[in-house]
């Protein structure tokens, strides 16, 4: 299973990004799926996440801010990010609990995509 994250760049506050995070391999299903962040310096942090029925969760600072979407059939999921500050400057990385051929559930990482936000 391979995840690849996209979407990154540079951006002034206040405007938009979205990112997105396609799913392939031998795939039966996507259990959850999140969005992480890690900032220079600092842990990485759990932004976003969304459950196969479509239940989501945010970071406290980025509720009304970003939006966690994702299309089942297509095993991709996106990261809408509006009203962009300095602060949300990060690598971003999704992350998904996939459900295999094999049966097997693993958690599985892309690579992270770099958002810079200009002050």
């Known amino acids: 299973v391979q995840l690849q994250a996209s979407g990154g760049g540079l951006v002034q506050a206040g405007g938009s990004l979205k990112l997105s995070c396609a799913a392939s391999?031998?795939?039966?299903?996507?259990?959850?799926m999140n969005w992480y962040r890690q900032a220079p310096g600092r842990q990485r942090e759990l932004v976003a996440t969304?459950?196969?029925?479509?239940?989501?969760k945010y970071l406290d600072s980025v509720k009304g801010r970003f939006t966690i979407s994702r299309d089942n059939a297509k095993n991709t999921g996106a990261l809408q990010m509006n009203s962009l500050k300095p602060e949300d400057t990060a690598v971003y990385y999704c992350n998904a609990d996939v459900r295999i051929m094999t049966g097997r559930l693993g958690n599985y990482w892309g690579q992270g995509t770099l958002v810079t936000v200009s002050s």
């Open positions: 391999g031998s795939i039966i299903s996507i259990n959850t």
């Open positions: 969304i459950t196969y029925l479509g239940n989501t």
